[in-house]
Nanobody, 124 residues
Framework: VQLQASGGGLVQAGGSLRLSCAAS????????IGWFRQVPGKERERVSE????????WYAESVKGRFTISRDNAENTVYLQMSSLKPEDTAVYYC??????????????????WGQGTLVTVSS
């Protein structure tokens, strides 16, 4: 069972990147997927989340209107399209999966699996 986050890299401010979160060893159909980011020395921040059906999404205020989360259950992959990137978006981005079929994840529900992270660097 593994989650693989990929797609990070170096981009100039104002640019775009698309991150992918691919699952192996299990299917994502019944899992809420969240994207998180962390800067060394700071707490991990939840960036976005998508329900198992894809009908419900959530975004942190800091990325709302710039990031779009989507999922392709046939491809067993969740995406985070990041546009209008800012230097403050620089972080290691992680995806996580939680077995939950009733919309977005309640605050007291923990994630079951975590990916290894992919580094996003936005230069000014």
């Amino acid at each position: 069972v593994q989650l693989q986050a990929s797609g990070g890299g170096l981009v100039q401010a104002g640019g775009s990147l698309r991150l992918s979160c691919a699952a192996s060893g299990f299917t994502l159909d019944h899992y809420v997927i969240g994207w998180f980011r962390q800067v060394p020395g700071k707490e991990r921040e939840r960036v976005s989340e998508i329900s198992s059906s894809g009908f419900s999404t959530w975004y942190a205020e800091s990325v709302k209107g710039r990031f779009t989360i989507s999922r392709d259950n046939a491809e067993n992959t969740v995406y985070l399209q990041m546009s209008s990137l800012k230097p403050e978006d620089t972080a290691v981005y992680y995806c996580a999966a939680a077995y939950f079929d009733f919309g977005l994840l309640p605050s007291d529900h923990e994630y079951d699996y975590w990916g290894q992270g992919t580094l996003v660097t936005v230069s000014s």
